[in-house]
């Protein structure tokens, strides 16, 4: 039986260009009836929220209002794209004490409003910052979600696409660990029509270019770079991306999704990373340690180990 929530609320915070793409996408898919906008820059967040509210004769009813973290009350999900965003040349990682400040202050002030909510993290690096959210918050791991290497997936689904000649929905593909530069493309369970990738290259007998599994591979890991030094940010397809958890978890959909989540790394320790998840009304529902081919294995155990590494630095 589906247990989709009736009158969800969403509240974003951080509603730059990631958290107010992401309230767009949300509305255009008709998602969600209640939605409250916070932002440190209050006057600016107003505006998105009045300009947002203007297509309300063409989308589905919803109430859209800015406020300062009050609004969160009654949230059922709260996404947090609050924070500083890489400039050119920088890394996710290099984020990461600017942006668990920023955590270490809103966190506390999300949970007081809506304390069963589900949090979902988009601000890099998520991986780090889900994982400080975890903790900030208290909340059990099955409501702290990142939004993880969703987008790195579908990269990696369109760029496997664009080689086989069909549509992107036919691709499973995924890409799990980090999201950021130690990310692992799972080669070895990618599949076309249901077919592994080697079969169905065969099948189709056109002949695949040398090096063009690299090719990809570097173009996935590449592409936030690849566009921040052309545009300085990406948010359409995070926004999707994001907009695709979230639908996920209120029509209770148990869609597999690969966000980033406390993993049981044994010999490693306490990490959030990306591995394909189910997700549905209360979060994340299960997590699947899909077998890996050996040299993917060693390449997430060492995606495992940066995470730690990382969260050891900071003051939790
Ligand atoms: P942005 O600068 O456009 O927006 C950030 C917003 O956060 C601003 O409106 C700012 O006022 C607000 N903010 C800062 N401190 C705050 C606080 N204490 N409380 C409330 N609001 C606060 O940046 P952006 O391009 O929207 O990126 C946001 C984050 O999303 C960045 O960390 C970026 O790296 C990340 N991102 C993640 C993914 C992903 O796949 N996870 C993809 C793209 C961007």
Sequence with gaps: MSNALRHPKIAVVGVGRVGATT?????????????????????????EAMDLSHGASFVRPVKIYAGDFRACQGADLVIIAAGASQKPGETRLDLTFKNAHIFKDIVPKI??????????????????????????SGFPPERVLGSGTVLDSSRFRHLLAEHCGVDARNIHAYVVGEHGD?????????????????DFCQLCGQGCPPGWQQEISSQVRRAAYEIIERKEATYYAVALAVRRIVESILRDEHSVLTVSTLTPMPEIGEVCLSLPAVLGSRGRERIFRVNL????????????????????????
Excluded: F, H
């Design 23 to 47: 309230a767009y996408a949300m509305i255009l898919e008709g998602l969600v009836p209640e939605l409250a906008l916070i932002d440190i820059d209050r006057r600016r967040c107003e505006g």
């Design 111 to 136: 949970t007081a409003q809506a304390p069963d909510s589900i949090l979902l993290v988009v601000t890099n690096p998520v991986d780090i910052l889900t994982y400080v959210t975890l903790k900030m």
């Design 182 to 198: 130690s990310e692992v493309l799972v080669w070895s369970r990618a599949n076309v029509i249901g077919l592994p990738i080697a």
């Design 293 to 316: 081919a050996p040299e993917e294995e060693i390449q997430l155990q060492q995606s495992a180990r940066l995470l730690r590494e990382v969260i050891e630095r900071l003051d939790l």
